[in-house]
């Protein structure tokens, strides 16, 4: 997080040394970013019990898209000031939680003196799978597991992951866009508009993990749980964003985009808990392995996206946006 937010803070000085140093500086921002995940996955495999596992892996990652939601209703205001204050509020408010964290966070119930003494972290302990931490650590864990790399179960998840992944990168990266061209809408002026859909996806990242834990809850295999979610968020994210393509004003877009997400993060109760489920001992080294993978198509997405747009008349017709 530290790499990360430095790099982060830096992007607009970067920028006006030049093309090179900007790239450069946001190369170092992925370096950094790409820790984030695989860390998260190393604690949750040491802080939650399994029949928690997907509503509280849903609220940590639910943080990325609560934080969309004041980016798009902070940030026009912000860049009214001047780009640099956008990127040094987000990058303080980065490096005050990662203090925040060093302070009072720990990689396992068990080292957390407040958590053993109350008697929580022998309660997580006996519920959970995994041994010991200090345990856990004198295990040796090879780079590249072969039961990560060749378990068809595996590549399930990669390949959910990479689907999942193109979809949002899509949005994360052309939603402001497609607002702009197809609508004409000013942006700075109808933050709430944009800000929508990432709330939706907020409440939907909650709600579906929920409603996952409770299933399981109620006797239901965790296996046909993850693919009940992860089929049906795949198939409404789908149908959801043709709708979108389709819509004729500006608030249906953002009510059918809305939508869309809200169901979409049904996945993240599929394949991004289910690592956790394969393989708890090596389910940071499984992330570090998927979001590899799943990266690409944030890479290639852009140049993609751009190149249909072009070959259909521009993005401001809806035709564009529909093979998109």
Not at 217 to 242: D, E
Not at 247 to 273: D, I, N, P, R
Not at 284 to 302: D, K, R, V, Y
Request: with cysteine.
């Amino acid at each position: 997080a530290l790499v990360w937010t430095c790099f982060d803070v830096l992007t607009t000085l970067a920028g006006s040394a030049g093309f090179w140093p900007l790239v450069l500086d946001r190369i170092g921002m992925g370096l950094g970013e790409g820790l984030m995940f695989p860390t998260q996955h190393a604690l949750t495999t040491f802080w939650v019990p399994p029949q928690e596992r997907a509503f509280l892996v849903a609220f940590m990652t639910s943080g990325q898209d609560l934080g969309s939601v004041f980016a798009n209703l902070i940030s026009p205001q912000l860049l009214n000031v001047g780009p640099f204050w956008v990127f040094a509020t987000w990058g303080s408010l980065a490096m005050l939680w990662t203090l925040v964290y060093s302070r009072f966070g720990a990689s396992a119930p068990e080292v957390h003196s407040r958590c053993a003494r109350s008697g929580e972290a022998a309660w997580i302990q006996e519920q959970r799978s995994i041994q010991h931490f200090d345990s856990a650590k004198q295990v040796y864990v090879p780079p590249f597991p072969r039961h990560v790399l060749c378990e068809p179960s595996a590549w399930a998840v990669y390949i959910a992951h990479f689907g999942f992944n193109y979809t949002w990168y899509v949005v994360l990266s052309w939603l402001p866009s497609f607002f702009s061209a197809r609508f004409n809408l000013k942006l700075a002026q109808n933050p709430v508009l944009l800000a929508s859909p990432y709330f939706a996806a907020w409440i939907g990242n909650l709600f579906w993990g929920r409603l996952s834990d409770y299933i399981v809850k109620r006797g239901f295999r965790p296996r046909h749980v993850r693919k009940c979610m992860q089929l049906g968020g795949a198939l409404a994210l789908t149908l959801f964003v043709q709708l979108v393509a389709a819509s004729e004003s500006a608030e249906t877009a953002a009510l059918w985009m809305s939508l869309a997400l809200f169901f979409g993060k049904a996945q993240m109760s599929g394949f991004w808990v289910n690592m956790v489920d394969l393989c708890p001992e090596t389910a940071a080294t499984m992330m570090a392995i998927s979001n590899t993978l799943a990266t690409i198509p944030g890479i290639a997405g852009q140049p993609i996206t751009q190149a249909i747009l072009n070959s259909q008349g521009g993005s401001a017709v809806r035709a564009a946006w529909q093979v998109v």
